[in-house]
């Protein structure tokens, strides 16, 4: 069973193209974390959100608790946002999903 | 620099031998994870500790050990490595409860068992 559906699995962009991820979960959570992950790197926090909306620089992170849905968008991509992209949310315990993979050609 | 440090990053073992992955924060976190990334899975838990002095078994415990020496300090012990558990695996921490903080990842400890 997975508690954690994100789309789409792979995404590729061309640099200054908006991007959305999405992410669906289906248990009770108390908050939704987005996740980063570089090529053979370290996973990093983006957000943590329990409603509403966050935005740090290009990164937008929604949530909508009712439909159990968020989203998260880069506007202006850059390849250097090329990466895994993990949402992960928490409710007695963290679920995870298996990670967009995104890449934005220059 | 702050944050949470696991060793080695590399290791490649026999099939039947033993070894153990530390990890160190010092965040003075209560909640320490170890997880395992698997192609195409997302993070699964191995075993988890809410605070010093207790551990508990996660989605995956079969082959493992841990210990939370102290607050700081929560390992991670194969007693006899199998090629199954080839895989990268994280160790994180948080403050308080599962959900309410954010988790602070280590870089990952990439194993590989011939």
């Known amino acids: 069973k997975n508690e954690v559906e994100q789309s789409p699995q792979n995404l590729t962009a061309q640099e200054g193209e908006f991007i959305t991820i999405n992410c669906s979960y289906s248990v009770g959570i108390s908050a939704l974390h987005w996740l980063q992950q570089h090529p053979g790197g370290g996973i990093v926090s983006l957000f943590m959100?329990?409603?509403g909306k966050k935005k740090h620089g290009r990164l937008i992170a929604t949530i909508n608790i009712q439909e159990k849905h968020s989203s998260l968008h880069i506007t202006a991509s850059h390849p250097r946002d090329s990466a895994v992209y993990i949402c992960a949310v928490a409710g007695n315990q963290f679920y995870f999903g298996t990670g967009t993979s995104l890449t934005v050609i220059p | 620099n702050a944050g949470v440090t696991q060793t080695p990053k590399f290791q490649v073992l026999k099939t039947g031998q033993s070894m153990t992955l530390q990890c160190a924060q010092d965040m003075n976190h209560n909640s320490m994870y170890w997880y395992r990334q698997d192609p195409g899975m997302g993070l699964r838990l191995i075993y988890y500790?809410?605070?010093?002095?207790?551990?508990d078994k996660g989605e995956v415990p079969n082959g493992y050990n841990v210990s939370r020496l102290n607050k700081r300090e929560f390992s991670l012990r194969l007693e006899s490595a199998a090629p199954s558990q080839t895989s990268v695996y994280f160790c994180?921490?948080?403050?308080?409860?599962?959900?309410?903080?954010?988790?602070?990842f280590g870089a990952g400890s990439r194993l590989t068992v011939l």
């Open positions: 959100l329990s409603s």
């Open positions: 994180a921490s948080n403050e308080g409860s599962a959900g309410a903080n954010v988790l602070t």
């Open positions: 500790s809410a605070s010093e002095g207790t551990t």
